[in-house]
């Protein structure tokens, strides 16, 4: 199961999905870490039986894998409620504010507040997780991300507690949460929408409760891994492409032998000779 930068590297996450990440803090860049997080991800692809992931955390995959859910044990304890406020209280709570997109959430909502829109804003940093918890069963938004895709935790939490939910979200199939999916370009006309259509907004958060109990059960979860490892005709949700078509490592960068031989090994497994040869992966540096 794979939950983040534990996987993820830069490099492939801003060629595949050409996202501005020069604001990011330092730790993201560390070319040095590529190596290891390849060679971790072979010998998953090599040994797992199933391997659990998302989209935009599987720039370096070379083998199929399934959709990850986010366990939400402490569903039980969040207080659903939807205020459904004329005036709505709006959320954000960075835990990295770089790669949440905190300075351009926070210009939207002051343009928007100097445009006459009328909402409560509370910016949360450093608070603990039960306080949050119940401030979410209190507010009717939550503005969560708008680099990486998620719903992830926080915003699931949201959806539990009774919040309309913007985040991005690439919205791909297995994957389709009642979220409201905002990016760059569009956060400015998401969120008038947000704040000024009480119907939408209370629906959204309606659909999300429904969703998170189905889809963040850990029972569930724990129910459909043993069900995939049974099933001996598994249809994978995803088929990962990118590295082996267009992956270029980091300028002036080489991948040591060992991680080149690891992805030799699983080329060999899966049967991918004829796509690395087609996709020039040994010119490229990575056999």
């Known amino acids: 199961m794979h939950v983040g930068s534990d996987v993820r590297h830069i490099s492939a996450f801003t060629q595949q999905y050409k996202i501005d990440t020069s604001g990011w803090e330092a730790g993201f860049f560390y070319e040095d870490l590529l190596n290891p997080k390849i060679q971790k991800i ?33 569903n039980n304890n969040i207080v659903f409620n939807i205020p459904a406020r004329k005036i709505p209280v709006i959320i954000h ?12 959430i926070n210009a939207t909502l002051h343009q928007l507040k100097n445009e006459g829109y009328e909402f409560e804003y509370k910016f949360i940093q450093n608070m603990p997780n039960e306080e949050l918890v119940k401030l979410l069963s ?6 969560d991300e708008l680099f990486l895709h998620g719903p992830g935790v926080l915003s699931a939490e949201a959806m539990a ?10 919205n791909v199939e297995p994957f389709q949460p009642p979220v409201c ?3 760059p370009e569009n956060i400015l006309e998401k969120l008038k929408l947000l704040i000024t259509d009480i119907n939408f907004r209370t629906s959204l958060a309606k659909a999300a409760k429904i969703f998170v109990d189905e889809f963040n059960s850990p029972k569930n979860f724990a129910e459909k891994i ?36 690891l992805t030799n090994q699983v080329i060999e497994n899966y049967g991918l000779q004829q796509e690395a040869l087609k996709y020039n992966l040994k010119k490229r540096g990575l056999i």
């Open 138 to 143: 209190n507010a009717d938004i939550l503005c």
């Open 181 to 183: 999916s905002i990016t």
């Open 161 to 170: 507690a009774g919040c309309a939910v913007a985040t991005r979200c690439l």
């Open 93 to 104: 709570a960075p835990s990295t504010s770089s790669i949440k997109g905190t300075d351009i």
């Open 226 to 261: 043993l069900n995939d490892m049974s099933n001996e005709n598994l249809v994978s949700d995803y088929e990962p492409c990118f590295f082996i078509r267009d992956y270029m490592l980091p300028v002036d960068y080489s991948l040591s032998a060992k991680t080149k031989e």
């Open 42 to 74: 072979r010998y998953h692809e090599l040994y797992a039986d199933l391997i659990y992931s998302v989209p935009d955390q599987a720039g370096l995959y070379l083998r199929n894998y399934n959709h990850i859910r986010v366990p939400l044990s402490k």
